[in-house]
Structures are given as structure tokens and as C-alpha cells.
């Protein structure tokens, strides 16, 4: 079975840009998580998606969104990129009724 | 305050020697899930073991064992026979509540374990 993919692995941006990140959860997953990874904050959890539906959500702005669709791939959206979203944006799935979060290989993201 | 509290930013051990990391976690949930990851420097977190608050025996996975001590909210990560490709980082993290509200983990800040030849 093919792992949780991510695109693309690499992104350089420009502050004031936006980006669309995507996920690919593992298949039969239908739960799907982002967390942000930074030297500073740690892993943070951003949100989390089920069934296309938002379930939970952590504390981060406005300008960070994200979407599931019917497949149960995701993409999460930044609006008006800072220099402190430089980070790697990890995606992760879960199996129905369980526990286990099975992680992508991440984004890396920059922001100049 | 800290969730989640892994208080060896860096931890060195001999290749075949065990090693313990240590986890402690605060939650007033009575159903919750700790987890071990291990993350490489590309980045990618994978997977180690999980243990529930309702299982009683210590979870095992080959190499790995969680040594719960529920009473004291401890979860430490136990390495046996360590190996050069174990070197990384070492994430401790905890779900809380019940499979229905969702897959919010959070995290500790860390370990980085260094396998000597």
C-alpha cells in the first residue's frame, strides 16, 4: 500500500504570496492532519479534516485554510505569506477507528 | 503548561546498547493515546509504537517498547539493542479523547538520540 504523499516537497515563495500545499492520504484514510514544523515552535497541529469536513482546528490565523475532497485528498491554503511561515508542513492519515497517524515525507516550505 | 514534556534534548548511546527516552505528559482526559516517532533528518516522521490509556501490558514493537507508568503519566520509549540508522530525533506525542473527536496529536519538543560506533 503506498504511503501518505505530498506535493510538492520543496517550495520557495515570496512574502505577500500564497500557496497551496496538497495531500494524499494513505488509501481507506479518511481522516487527514497538518501540522506545521518549525526550529522555534515545534510541531504545532493546524487542522484536521474528515469526510471533507473540517473536525478540528488548532490555533493558527485566518490565513492558513484547507479543504478535503470527496477522495479524501486535501490541500491546505496560505494567504499573504510571512517570513515566519518558513516551515515543513507535515500531512498525516488515519485509518478508521484507530488511533495511528501514519505521516507524509512534508513540504518544505521557504518564504523570502 | 507543557502537555507534553520530554526533558533530554539530546541523549548518546553505544551501537547495541539499550537506550530509554523519557516522556511525561498531563491530561485530565480519561481516554487518550501516547505515541513515538522517530524523524530523520529528511524530515519524514515515522512511526514507532503507541500505547493506550486502557491497555494494560506495555505496547512492543520489535525493537521498541513503551514503558507506561500511567500513575506517574509516564510513556518512555525504550531502544534495545541500538543501531547506527537509529540515529534522529525522537518525538513523544499524546492524543486525547475518545477515536470519534478526531486525530489531534500533540507533541514534545524532542530528543535527539546519537548512535556511537
Known amino acids: 500500500k503506498a504511503g501518505v504523499t505530498q506535493t510538492p516537497r520543496y517550495l520557495i515563495k515570496t512574502r505577500g504570496q500564497q500557496v497551496t500545499l496538497s495531500c494524499s492520504p494513505i488509501s481507506g484514510h479518511r481522516s487527514v492532519s497538518w501540522y506545521q514544523q518549525t526550529p522555534g515552535q515545534g510541531l504545532q497541529f493546524l487542522f484536521e479534516y474528515f469526510s471533507e469536513t473540517q473536525r478540528n482546528k488548532g490555533n493558527f490565523p485566518g490565513r492558513f485554510s484547507g479543504r478535503q475532497f470527496s477522495n479524501s485528498r486535501s490541500e491546505m491554503n496560505v494567504s499573504t505569506l510571512e517570513l515566519g511561515d518558513s516551515a515543513l508542513y507535515l500531512c498525516a492519515s488515519s485509518p478508521p477507528n484507530s488511533y495511528e497517524q501514519y505521516f507524509g515525507p512534508g513540504t518544505r516550505l521557504t518564504v523570502t | 503548561a507543557q502537555k507534553i514534556t520530554q526533558t533530554q534534548p539530546g541523549m548518546f548511546v553505544q551501537e547495541k546498547e539499550a537506550v530509554t527516552l523519557d516522556c511525561t505528559y498531563d491530561?485530565?482526559?480519561?481516554?487518550?493515546?501516547l505515541f513515538w516517532y522517530k524523524q530523520p533528518s529528511s524530515g519524514e516522521m515515522i512511526f514507532l509504537i503507541y500505547q493506550g490509556s486502557y491497555d494494560e501490558q506495555n505496547a512492543t514493537e520489535g525493537r521498541y517498547s513503551l514503558n507506561f507508568q500511567k500513575a506517574r503519566k509516564s510513556a518512555n520509549l525504550v531502544i534495545s539493542a541500538s543501531q547506527l540508522g537509529d540515529s534522529a530525533m525522537y518525538f513523544c506525542?499524546?492524543?486525547?479523547?475518545?477515536?470519534?473527536?478526531?486525530?489531534?496529536?500533540?507533541f514534545g519538543e524532542g530528543t535527539q538520540l546519537t548512535v556511537n560506533p
Open positions: 491530561t485530565s482526559d480519561q481516554s487518550y493515546g
Open positions: 506525542a499524546m492524543r486525547e479523547g475518545r477515536k470519534t473527536s478526531g486525530s489531534r496529536l500533540t
